[in-house]
Structures are given as structure tokens and as C-alpha cells.
């Protein structure tokens, strides 16, 4: 079966670091972009971050960019989420979703259930 | 606020059809013909219903049809049934990133 879990939420103190992984399996895992899309409490998804293939290349929301990094080791075939410097609206489930094969930067054909992020003193 | 505007809310009666509507702008809808639709039943990982704004996933019925027209696209589902109760989100590529719609709960009374 096609999966993708993501772990590693919790309760953090503004300022303080997290960092979520999201364990691929039932899939090629090396062939697919992976993402991030965070949805606070109430609102829609949010973008938040992706990585190619090969782990060549990233980008970010300009919201997130210079606190948070997202790696991936294609042998282990998980995606990880670095979060530094965090801030209450931060909060949010946070979801790894992959790329669609031919639409990688546009389309996100699989999802996890999300892991939830809360950062409050 | 999302990019994207979605109706919070629409209802239909199990084998009515609905549509859900979601508006952007030039940079985004009007500008690439990549929108998605997503169903999200609470709990659950978020699922893939239409993408490049017409087409269908493997798997997904073919009550669900999306259209577009300059910067609003369009998620309409025939033949409402009771599993079709979920949220749902619309998505569009935005040159550099993916925005998102605020989502549209959908009842089947």
C-alpha cells in the first residue's frame, strides 16, 4: 500500500525546535518530489515547503524560510521537517504529501494523516 | 485568509448534483491550468480528486468533474451519496508555490 506517516508533533515553547519525519512506503521513494502543507485550526492548507527527487533542490514558504530546512534520506526513504525558531502561528497539522510524477511542483497524489504542531508557553 | 475563496458550506440531497466553487486571480487559476481538488474526511489523509483542472485519478468516480473559467474553477459532484460528506479544498500552482482555497464543507442532507 502507498503510505506516508508523519511523526514527531507536539507541544513546543515559541522560540523552541521540533522536527517532524514522514516515512515513505509501498512506493519508489527516490523517484518522487516531497512536500510539506501545514493547515492551522479552521483555515485551508498552507504550503510550506518541497524537495526534489534527489534532494538536490528545496524551496519554501516565504513564511518559513531560514527557520525551517527539509531534508530526505532516499535509502531510509523518509522526509524530514527541521523546525527552528518557533512561533505560536506555527500551529498547524502538518502533512507530507508526494509530488505527482509528471506534475511534481503542482499536484500532490498521496497524503499522510498529519502530525500535530502546537506551540504555546 | 486563503489565497483561494472558497463557499464554507454546501448541501445536496443524496443523488442531486453540486458545485463548489473556487476563485483566484491572474497569477494563479487564470494564469496555469493546474488546479486541484482534494476531499478530506477529518482524521483521514486528504485525498486527490481532480487534477489539471478536468482530469480524474485513477479510482476517483466519475461524478466528480472539475472545469475552469478565467480565474474560477469549478468542482462539481452528480449523483450526491453520503460518503461524499467531507471538506473540500481546491489548489492552484502559483508560479513558485501551491496555494490553497479555505475549503468548502459539504453536507449531504
Known amino acids: 500500500e502507498v503510505q506516508l506517516v508523519e511523526s514527531g508533533g507536539g507541544l513546543v515553547q515559541p522560540g523552541g525546535s521540533l522536527r517532524l519525519s514522514c516515512a515513505a512506503s509501498g512506493f519508489t521513494f527516490s523517484n518522487y518530489w516531497i512536500h510539506w502543507v501545514r493547515q492551522a485550526p479552521g483555515k485551508g492548507p498552507v504550503w510550506v515547503s518541497r524537495?526534489?527527487?534527489?534532494?538536490?533542490?528545496?524551496s519554501y514558504a516565504d513564511s518559513v524560510k531560514g527557520r525551517f530546512t527539509i531534508s530526505r534520506d532516499n535509502a531510509k526513504t523518509t522526509l524530514w521537517l527541521q523546525m527552528n525558531s518557533l512561533r505560536a502561528e506555527d500551529t498547524a497539522v502538518y502533512y507530507c504529501?508526494?509530488?505527482?510524477?509528471?506534475?511534481?511542483?503542482?499536484?500532490?497524489?498521496?497524503w499522510g494523516q498529519g502530525t500535530m504542531v502546537t506551540v504555546s508557553s | 485568509q486563503s489565497a483561494l475563496t472558497q463557499p464554507p458550506s454546501a448541501s445536496g440531497s443524496p443523488g442531486q448534483s453540486v458545485t463548489i466553487s473556487c476563485t483566484g486571480t491572474s497569477s494563479d487559476i487564470a494564469g496555469y491550468n493546474y488546479v486541484s481538488w482534494y476531499q478530506h474526511h477529518p482524521g483521514k489523509a486528504p485525498k486527490l480528486m481532480i487534477y489539471?483542472?478536468?482530469k480524474r485519478p485513477s479510482g476517483v468516480p466519475d461524478r466528480f468533474s472539475g472545469s475552469k473559467s478565467g480565474n474560477t474553477a469549478s468542482l462539481t459532484v452528480s449523483g450526491l451519496q453520503a460518503e461524499d460528506e467531507a471538506d473540500y479544498y481546491c489548489?492552484?500552482?502559483?508560479?513558485?508555490?501551491?496555494?490553497f482555497g479555505g475549503g468548502t464543507k459539504l453536507t449531504v442532507l
Open positions: 489539471e483542472v478536468t
Open positions: 524537495i526534489n527527487s534527489d534532494g538536490s533542490s528545496t
Open positions: 504529501a508526494r509530488g505527482d510524477a509528471r506534475l511534481p511542483w503542482s499536484t500532490f497524489d498521496i
Open positions: 489548489s492552484s500552482y502559483a508560479g513558485y508555490n501551491v496555494v
